[in-house]
């Protein structure tokens, strides 16, 4: 079954309006999260990297006052898109690691797919 | 700079064919993972394989495997007997050990299995 989940799979809101996309590690305990945006056809982007209880590290040219990543709990992530406009449409992913180094525990969310009107 | 190169943004084969997947990349670490992932039109990426850096025994999951030349720094995936499900896109990637965790990935090769 799914070890992580995103909140909502989709979402369609008005330009303008603020949209919040969970994602949350089901079985584990994810110390670091990272949020992905990616465009029909093309690689996943990294965003950010958020890890629990600190502030998110966001990748050159990502503006972080307009994705507001909070990481308040080992289980859940969350990504908002303030003020998003039709440009912000996209696929986005989240991808949750688990303590210590082990690469097997990580796991990509199923992602969310926003359209601004 | 740490990169991925594919360069087959698109192949197209006969079910039940053997396809061949390149990849390179570049790094001047030496401890990393490497990986495959699949992306199909659901859009969930599912690992498909992946190799430690450090071992020279290439990985191998029934119909899928690679060939890791690391001085090469080639990273192909050969998908056996292929199926119409196998029908994604298809990543390469790595991840620097004991770094922060980031995947780099490439840019994809779109993979159509045709009946």
């Known amino acids: 079954g799914a070890v992580v989940s995103q909140h909502p799979s989709r979402v369609i809101c008005k330009s303008g309006t603020s949209v919040k996309i969970e994602c949350r590690s089901l079985?584990?305990?994810?110390?670091?999260m990272f949020w992905y945006r990616q465009f029909p056809k093309q690689s996943l982007m990294l965003m950010a990297t958020?890890?629990?209880?600190?502030?998110?590290?966001?990748e050159q040219g990502v503006e972080k006052d307009k994705f507001l990543i909070n990481h308040a709990s080992l289980t859940l992530s969350t990504l908002t898109v303030t003020s998003a406009h039709p440009e912000d449409s996209s696929f986005y992913i989240c991808?949750?690691?688990?303590?210590?180094?082990?690469?097997?525990?990580?796991?990509f969310g199923p992602g969310t797919r926003l359209t601004v009107l | 700079a740490q990169t991925v190169t594919q360069s087959q943004p698109e192949m197209s084969v006969q079910e039940a064919e053997t396809v061949t997947l390149s990849c390179t990349y570049d790094?001047?670490?030496?401890?990393?993972?490497l990986f495959w992932y699949k992306q199909p039109p659901s859009r969930q990426m599912i690992l498909v394989i992946r190799?430690?850096?450090?071992?020279?025994q290439n990985a191998t999951e029934n119909r899928f495997s690679v060939n890791f030349q690391k001085a090469a720094k080639s990273f192909s995936l050969k998908i056996s007997d292929s199926q119409l499900g196998d029908t994604a896109m298809y990543f390469c990637?790595?991840?620097?050990?004991?770094?922060?965790?980031?995947?780099?990935f490439g840019k994809g090769t779109r993979l159509h299995i045709l009946p």
């Open positions: 991808r949750a690691v688990s303590m210590g180094r082990d690469t097997d525990t990580q796991y």
């Open positions: 079985d584990f305990q994810a110390t670091t």
């Open positions: 958020s890890n629990e209880g600190s502030k998110a590290t966001y």
């Open positions: 790094t001047s670490e030496s401890n990393y993972y």
């Open positions: 190799q430690e850096a450090y071992k020279q």
């Open positions: 990637a790595f991840i620097i050990m004991n770094r922060d965790d980031k995947i780099i």
